[in-house]
């Protein structure tokens, strides 16, 4: 069985003193405030950019023609960037001893600074290569802010960290962090690149690249309206977040925290070298803190299915609102019922002790204290519903990727299945109640999140994910002589075929059809085939050699 490295998160339920608890809420907000600092410079260089190209398309430019007019504009400019980038660059290489960068193509272009740079670095002396060294980065600053501020240059994270060293210091009403020293480091740092994967994730969508639901234009993050968490990194040769005994966790800038949950596992894979702590994500869900802790862990693979998933064969699950999921084989091979998994419900259970708790705040005054007060009852009734929902999804999965060698499953599209009927004032949709108990059921289900464990679990335990085509109409062909129903529909419990009057429970002919379906796909697949992540992009199959690539899990905390 061969071993590969996994990133794998390590989950703990925090149980911090109050002291520690402030600590923890004062990093999540500096990361929150350096995530809308380095959006408002995101967003300054982009309204910059847009009034540059409205102005050359008023002036009756096309629009392909603003954005090259602005490219030519600021061409100059990063030239001269670039220049200075390569003049700190090299000076940092000889103060540490190692070869200088290459020549940048801008030197050319801008010869005669970079000549007189060049001649400054071979007349410098220890003492004055200091000097040359914070002029540098002086200048690389000043040039950047120029050209973020023209709209010539988004800032990245990098830039924004090294505008923010220059800033940290001003008083707050001047855009300054002077309590920047109160925390680590990480949490600004960390803010920075979730503003990069914000803003990152919004291009690619808007310019398709990005497959999946559209993303929007990055927004601010409000103290009350976003979620508290933020991330801590550590140097790997001498590690600062590590267990302290079973019972506690070792942070950097937090110390030791005393923790809910044991991390025995966890310690004995770190004592016995089997795996290293990259960083450790903290975040808040209601009244609890929890810390996921990612470490590179060395995992056995299996290059093929065990004993028990060979018995298990190929199972097609349809998933729904009725039934959770409905197998073509038993999960139990003594429990003849096991082919349906019912759907717990778990909203729904609590949903009167939600319903009185939002009816408490809604009589509450804004910027009260009881209105906190009712908003944390009302958060924690959510968060009880979420993590009994989590749990027992992973331990269905857990199930089906260990006692199955291949597991089919539709891609659905839960966005429309959800949608509102509610309709407009000119066309009022119809059955709107009905249509809402529906989405409520289908939503509290978490099918998403059911195929995102499978997903990753699948190649941990040496298990086949099959997503099937969007297009395939499995729940409204007949099983048994292929007819299709256009006029089948997910509400009815039993399916009834018009052509051969064939009539059995809507789910056992869903899942006959993705059992077919499944084995018309794997049979002109390869040995591993492919599966879909849950934007619908295709990622490599499961079976890797030990020499494979890093194995990721998509949930870090």
Not at 42 to 48: D, I, L, P, T, V
Not at 70 to 96: E, Y
Not at 403 to 415: G, K, N
Request: proline residues 4%; charged residues 25%.
């Amino acid at each position: 069985m061969p071993t590969t490295e996994v990133l794998r998160a390590y989950r703990f339920t925090l149980d911090p003193t109050d002291a520690q608890r402030s600590d923890l809420a004062r990093h999540a907000g500096a990361c929150r405030w350096a995530y809308n600092y380095a959006l408002a410079k995101k967003r300054q260089s982009h309204e910059a950019w847009a009034a540059m190209r409205d102005a050359h398309v008023a002036a009756g430019m096309t629009e392909a023609g603003a954005k090259n007019a602005i490219k030519q504009a600021g061409a100059g400019l990063r030239d001269r960037i670039a220049v200075w980038d390569h003049h700190r660059k090299s000076l940092m290489a000889a103060a540490r001893g190692t070869a200088a960068p290459e020549q940048p193509a801008a030197a050319e272009r801008e010869s005669g600074l970079a000549g007189r740079l060049r001649g400054l670095r071979d007349a410098a002396t220890p003492e004055t290569a200091k000097t040359l060294l914070a002029e540098a980065r002086r200048t690389v600053n000043a040039l950047k802010a120029e050209a973020f501020t023209a709209g010539f240059r988004t800032p990245s994270s990098m830039d924004t960290c090294a505008l923010w060293r220059t800033e940290r210091d001003l008083p707050r009403e001047e855009g300054g962090s002077p309590w920047h020293s109160e925390v680590s480091v990480y949490g600004f740092t960390g803010g920075f690149d979730r503003a990069d994967a914000a803003w990152k994730n919004w291009l690619d969508s808007f310019s398709g690249k990005r497959a999946g639901r559209r993303v929007g234009y990055p927004r601010f993050a409000a103290k009350h309206r976003s979620r508290d968490s933020f991330s801590l990194y550590h140097d790997v040769k001498a590690p600062s977040i590590r267990p302290d005994g079973y019972r506690r966790l070792t942070l950097p800038s937090l110390g030791s925290v005393r923790i809910h949950n044991s991390n025995k596992h966890l310690s004995r894979l770190l004592d016995r070298g089997q795996a290293m702590v990259r960083s450790v994500t903290i975040s808040r869900g209601a009244h609890r803190w929890y810390a996921s802790v990612l470490v590179a862990a060395q995992q056995h693979i299996p290059d093929k299915p065990t004993r028990r998933q060979r018995t298990g064969g190929l199972v097609g699950i349809d998933l729904g609102s009725r039934h959770l999921a409905a197998l073509s084989s038993r999960l139990d091979q003594s429990d003849p019922d096991s082919t349906l998994i019912e759907h717990p419900r778990f909203l729904n259970r609590d949903l009167e002790k939600i319903q009185h708790r939002q009816r408490a705040l809604s009589r509450t005054k804004k910027g009260s204290s009881r209105r906190k007060k009712a908003a944390d009852h009302l958060a924690r009734a959510h968060h009880e519903v979420v993590m009994r929902r989590t749990t027992y999804l992973h331990k269905v999965t857990k199930r089906l990727t260990t006692r199955f060698a291949q597991i089919a499953i539709e891609d659905l599209d839960l966005t429309g299945m959800t949608a509102s009927a509610r309709g407009t004032e000119e066309q009022p949709g119809t059955n709107v109640k009905v249509q809402a108990q529906f989405n409520r059921h289908l939503l509290d289900a978490g099918l998403g999140e059911l195929r995102r464990q499978l997903t990753y679990k699948s190649p941990w335990y040496g298990a086949q994910l099959i997503v099937l085509d969007r297009a395939e109409p499995v729940a409204s062909t007949c099983a048994k002589c292929g007819e299709r129903d256009p006029s089948s529909t997910p509400s009815r419990a039993r399916f009834t075929c018009p052509s051969c009057g064939n009539a059995v429970p809507r789910h056992e002919n869903a899942v006959a059809n993705i059992i077919r379906t499944a084995r018309r796909q794997t049979a002109v697949a390869s040995d591993r085939g492919e599966t879909q992540n849950a934007r619908r992009v295709p990622i490599p199959g499961a079976r890797k050699s030990a020499r494979a690539e890093t194995l990721t899990r998509e949930d870090t905390g």
